[in-house]
């Protein structure tokens, strides 16, 4: 049961990342190569994107 729960939390952090990569300002190859990356290697591809991935492409100034 507890590796179903995993599962989907990997699935759901994956669409995550995904999404924020295809809202980066980052080249369309880029943003291919990282989705490819993250489709392929769910657990890595997050890991790497979180720490190296393309960053929104909007920021917010307080």
């Keep these: ?9 990997v699935v759901i952090a994956d669409i995550y990342a995904i999404v924020k990569t295809l809202q ?7 943003k291919l190569l990282w989705v490819l990356g993250i489709l392929v290697f769910p ?10 991935g393309p960053k ?5 100034t307080i």
């Design 1 to 9: 049961m507890e590796y179903g729960i995993i599962g989907v939390l």
């Design 24 to 30: 980066s300002g980052a080249s369309t190859g880029a």
């Design 43 to 52: 657990v890595v591809g997050f890991i790497v994107w979180l720490l190296a």
């Design 56 to 60: 929104g492409g909007q920021s917010v």
